[in-house]
């Protein structure tokens, strides 16, 4: 019994005292911007699981970044270079869940751009759904928010 409550507050002391540096909040912001993209693509073809799974990880990821980005824990190198820039041009807004949605809604453009439009023409629902499936893989979205256990 002694070992299982040791093993517990290990655990607990190792995973509550890592201090995430300015890169770890500056990924957080760009998995949230990877993880926002890939889900609007899992919800076009048709994958409402992985939709949700992703679009979970990103407002998570990205409360997180914003919250550390308040807390002025990122420095500006570590923003400007791993933050995708189009991130970065929307950090203004009352709250963050109000920058967070603007962040969505600029991912799922920059996501869905060319998959419900092709050449000027309307693509059919199928052909959507096989463009989305193909740049959802193509991205490596099962991957994100992944751990390697």
């Known amino acids: 019994?002694?070992?299982?409550?040791?093993?517990?507050?290990?655990t607990f002391v190792t995973n509550t005292a890592k201090a995430e540096s300015s890169k770890d909040y500056s990924m957080m912001g760009k998995i949230a911007?990877?993880?926002f993209e890939c889900s609007s693509l899992a919800s076009v073809a048709e994958d409402?699981?992985?939709?949700?799974?992703l679009f979970m990880i990103g407002y998570e990821q990205g409360k997180q970044f914003l919250d550390a980005l308040i807390a002025?824990?990122?420095?500006?190198?570590?923003?400007s270079s791993i933050v995708p820039s189009g991130f970065v041009m929307l950090i203004e807004g009352p709250t963050p869940d109000f920058v967070l949605g603007r962040l969505f809604a600029a991912t799922q453009?920059?996501?869905?751009?060319?998959?419900?439009?092709s050449e000027g023409k309307y693509n059919p629902k199928d052909l959507q759904k096989i463009i989305a499936e193909r740049r959802f893989h193509?991205?490596?979205?099962?991957?994100i928010g992944l751990t390697n256990k």
Do not use: T
């Open 1 to 10: 019994m002694r070992k299982v409550i040791l093993m517990l507050l290990l």
């Open 109 to 117: 453009e920059n996501a869905l751009d060319g998959v419900f439009v």
């Open 33 to 35: 911007w990877s993880a």
């Open 72 to 79: 002025k824990k990122i420095n500006q190198s570590d923003l």
């Open 48 to 53: 409402e699981k992985e939709q949700r799974r």
């Open 138 to 143: 193509e991205r490596n979205c099962r991957l």
